[in-house]
């Protein structure tokens, strides 16, 4: 571990090298994802309708994922098979338009009052990325109710979790929870194991 940095030395760090993952504010689809039924799509399909919003919203017309509630959102993917999800996330723009989305709403979502004091820096590993040993990198910090995730890492982490992208779905939409993958060793974990099994708890994440 190094020497940790000040506050004002971190988030000069981050400002350098992150692209920021922000919330934005689009317009509504919650109607719209709610009249989908997923089992309804095989798992090309389900890509199609995920791509198509991808390219609405790139297009400027205020349609796309961000448009929906968290709620509807999360019930969405947690109703999706995991040969959708697997193929959703093999998919390398679609892959990281979901990670940003999700990251995006960890942000909004984050329990001000459980993380009233808490510092974290969290270190995530999805396998099967483009990056350096064929991981995709992200970091999330919390910091004085505050969260923050970006895809570079900044400081030291308190734990680092590797894991499936599909597998991060399930966990983060309440279809599995993250100590039972890591029971089952479909997640690792390095640093404070008893941090991560209560990570998703610090997050008041609709459930589906």
């Not at 400027?60 to 959708?84: C, H, K, P």
């Not at 734990?159 to 983060?172: E, N």
């Amino acid at each position: 571990m190094g020497r940790r940095l000040g506050r004002s030395q971190r988030q000069w760090r981050r400002k350098q090298k992150w692209h920021r993952i922000e919330p934005r504010t689009v317009h509504d689809l919650d109607s719209f994802a709610e009249a989908i039924d997923p089992a309804k799509l095989d798992a090309e399909q389900f890509v199609q309708l995920i791509s198509t919003l991808d390219m609405l919203g790139t297009a400027g017309t205020g349609l796309e994922l961000a448009g929906m509630r968290t709620d509807t959102f999360i019930g969405f993917l947690s109703r999706a098979s995991r040969d959708q999800l697997d193929a959703l996330m093999a998919h390398p723009r679609l892959r990281q338009v979901v990670f940003e989305e999700v990251f995006s709403r960890m942000a909004t979502h984050l329990n001000k009052d459980r993380a009233a004091g808490l510092y974290a820096v969290i270190h995530w590993r999805f396998t099967g990325g483009s990056g350096p040993g064929d991981f995709d990198r992200f970091e999330t910090v919390i910091e004085k109710g505050r969260c923050e995730s970006g895809d570079e890492p900044t400081d030291d982490a308190r734990v680092t979790v590797t894991i499936s992208p599909t597998d991060f779905l399930r966990a983060v939409t309440g279809v599995v929870n993250l100590p039972m993958l890591f029971l089952s060793g479909k997640v690792k974990v390095k640093g404070d194991i008893a941090f991560a099994a209560t990570l998703i708890s610090y997050f008041d994440l609709p459930k589906p």
